[in-house]
């Protein structure tokens, strides 16, 4: 019943999407680690970005509309992006993205790979790999558990989200690798929710 209930909410983007901001206060810790990791507005402005996994396109506004695209692998998220946002956002699987190598210069993954299991992640970062520039920086923000015992709301959003991959750091560079080294990360507040936040750089080596 309660499963039944979760996979009703999930399928309204509008719902999901307001209960998602109540709980992370509007999100303004993600769009201030956006503006300061990845600097959409600032130097290059030939600079493309895609949104992995953008899901509803809450951070499509957070990057020029000219340089932005976004996909998912949920037609109905797509569907509410792409009217809300007035972007360029499609159906896409992340393990066999459609763009050619080498199309983007900076990712921005929010909240997308605890929800997958280890070789779908994986595949995803080989994919993501190809389709960056050389010198491209990703901004991955993945939840983890709740830092204080005592934020029993955060607990029970990991719960609701049915994010059942939640890693370590040390997890999330072996997936990476050889691709990807996590040049630093940290653990932020974003509301009641933890936050992993790690920053990526693309290894040239290969």
Request: aromatic share 12%; glycine share 6%; hydrophobic share 40%.
């Amino acid at each position: 019943m309660v499963q039944q209930l979760l996979d009703t909410v999930a399928r309204q983007p509008v719902i999901w999407n307001t209960f998602r901001a109540i709980a992370e206060f509007g999100f303004h810790a993600d769009y201030a680690l956006i503006e300061q990791e990845l600097q959409p507005f600032a130097g290059d402005q030939r600079r493309r970005f895609l949104d992995f996994g953008c899901g509803t396109g809450q951070f499509a506004r957070c990057f020029p509309k000219d340089r932005y695209i976004g996909f998912d692998i949920a037609p109905h998220y797509v569907r509410y992006a792409r009217h809300r946002h007035q972007r360029d956002v499609c159906v896409m699987d992340g393990a066999a993205v459609g763009f050619s190598d080498g199309s983007f210069d900076a990712a921005l993954i929010m909240g997308v790979f605890h929800h997958l299991d280890d070789a779908t992640v994986s595949a995803s970062v080989k994919e993501l790999y190809r389709v960056l520039r050389p010198q491209s920086t990703v901004l991955m923000v993945e939840d983890i558990p709740a830092q204080n015992r005592w934020n029993l709301l955060g607990r029970a959003m990991h719960w609701l989200d049915r994010g059942d991959n939640i890693r370590s750091v040390a997890h999330y560079q072996r997936l990476l690798e050889p691709y990807f080294t996590i040049k630093r990360s940290k653990t932020i507040l974003s509301g009641i929710c933890d936050l992993g936040v790690y920053v990526l750089t693309r290894n040239e080596s290969l």
